[in-house]
T-cell receptor, first 118, second 109 residues
Framework: GAVVSQHPSRVICKSGTSVKIECRSL??????MFWYRQFPKQSLMLMAT?????????EQGVEKDKFLINHASLTLSTLTVTSAHPEDSSFYIC??????????????FGPGTRLTVT | GQSLEQPSEVTAVEGAIVQINCTYQ??????LSWYQQHDGGAPTFLSY????GLEETGRFSSFLSRSDSYGYLLLQELQMKDSASYFC??????????FGTGTRLLVSP
């Protein structure tokens, strides 16, 4: 089956620093990946759509200069949280989209990255 | 806007059947998916309804009625390991998923 990995699984950083999170599709190529954020006991909120070779598309209310997304290859997308603050502490999850024979798409999720900003 | 509402919590006992509802308001979804998420883990895919009607996958079934903007996930023969959060999610254009508010299922012995 399709496997998506994320690295690191957990990260603690100091306020004001930047953190990079990697999302890889291990056994398939993904032209489209997605980044979500999930606060405790809440739902997944889509932050942005990462498109290989082009700029990411951000959801309303998500600061593109704070959450930098790079999708440099068909198997790797990165999310960089710049100048992190305690309110950025959250569970960040990526997914990769894979077309199905029916013509629809299915998203495969990474294991998530727990970011804690102190 | 697009929103999918679910009950916040459902409780049931082992061996029982439970239904988790999802009602949505949207300008248009291409289909409705269901995901399971254990605490601290990633969402895992359970079921997908592209068309109205019932889809059955083992102990899990999912139903969609576009005319009623409504769907549900049915879990049969509940097991303790089914205790988790369950999310409906609608596919919009450009392969995007919009997740529902989520339902926490607690299965007791």
């Amino acid at each position: 089956g399709a496997v998506v990995s994320q690295h690191p699984s957990r990260v603690i950083c100091k306020s004001g620093t930047s953190v990079k999170i990697e999302c890889r599709s291990l056994d398939f190529q993904a032209t489209t990946m997605f980044w979500y954020r999930q606060f405790p006991k809440q739902s997944l909120m889509l932050m942005a759509t990462s498109n290989e070779g082009s700029k990411a598309t951000y959801e309303q209310g998500v600061e593109k200069d704070k959450f930098l997304i790079n999708h440099a290859s068909l198997t790797l997308s990165t999310l960089t949280v710049t100048s992190a603050h305690p309110e950025d502490s959250s569970f960040y999850i990526c997914s990769a989209s894979l077309p199905k024979t029916s013509g629809s798409y299915e998203q495969y999720f990474g294991p998530g990255t727990r970011l804690t900003v102190t | 806007g697009q929103s999918l509402e679910q009950p916040s919590e459902v409780t049931a006992v082992e061996g029982a059947i439970v239904q988790i509802n999802c009602t949505y308001q949207t300008s248009g979804f291409y289909g409705l998916s269901w995901y399971q998420q254990h605490d601290g883990g990633a969402p895992t895919f359970l079921s997908y309804n592209a068309l109205d009607g019932l889809e059955e996958t083992g102990r899990f079934s999912s139903f969609l009625s576009r005319s009623d903007s409504y769907g549900y996930l049915l879990l049969q023969e509940l097991q303790m390991k089914d205790s988790a959060s369950y999310f409906c999610a609608g596919y919009t254009g450009f392969q995007k998923l919009v997740f529902g508010t989520g339902t926490r299922l607690l299965v007791s012995p």
